[in-house]
């Protein structure tokens, strides 16, 4: 578990940031704002406010990056304990399977089973294909983060 915790931290931060470019670059092309998206994920403390706020502010921006972050390294932790730590998941074709694997069900559970007050939030700012684009990188950077990492522990 503590291989996994320390994979998942780094691959949580990598799928992070990677997925919020994504937000960014597809909130400012739906939107005409980058931190739309990241703000809406804010919805968690401040409901329907933090969808109608285009510009950044510490409340809404800060809290919703800190919020896609926690939840980010929530799913890498899970993804390394399950299979991101795994000998045969340290190839590149094999880390993307499995970490397009773990987004797609963090997709399916966020849209499914997450009561409304806690799904991501960003869905009331994007099409869905700009979200498809969202996980796509989030699992890119997922990938990439648990690649690294398990570089950096190999002999």
Same mark, same amino acid.
């Not at 980058?34 to 510490?58: C, K, Q, Y």
């Not at 970490?99 to 966020?110: E, G, N, Q, S």
């Not at 869905?128 to 002999?155: D, E």
């Given at each position: 578990?503590? /291989? ?8 949580? /931060?990598? /799928?992070? +940031? ?6 960014? *670059? ?65 190839? +590149? ?7 397009? +694997? ?10 499914? +089973? ?18 498809? *684009? ?22």
């Amino acid at each position: 578990m503590r /291989a996994a915790l320390r994979t998942g931290l780094i691959a949580g /931060a990598m /799928a992070s +940031v990677v997925s919020t470019f994504a937000l960014a *670059l597809a909130g400012r092309r739906e939107t005409g704002s980058a931190v739309a998206p990241t703000n809406a994920i804010s919805h968690w403390l401040w409901r329907g406010e933090a969808f109608m706020v285009d510009r950044p502010t510490l409340r809404h921006t800060v809290t919703g990056y800190a919020i896609h972050h926690l939840m980010s390294t929530f799913w890498a932790v899970l993804y390394a304990w399950l299979h991101g730590n795994r000998h045969e998941a340290k190839t +590149v074709p094999k880390a993307m399977a499995g970490a397009t +694997v773990a987004a797609a069900v963090a997709c399916a559970i966020d849209y499914t +089973v997450t009561p409304k007050r806690l799904t991501p939030g960003f869905e009331h700012r994007l099409s869905t294909g700009a979200m498809a *684009l969202v996980y796509g990188a989030f699992a890119i950077g997922l990938a990439a983060g648990c690649l690294a990492a398990n570089r950096r522990s190999s002999p």
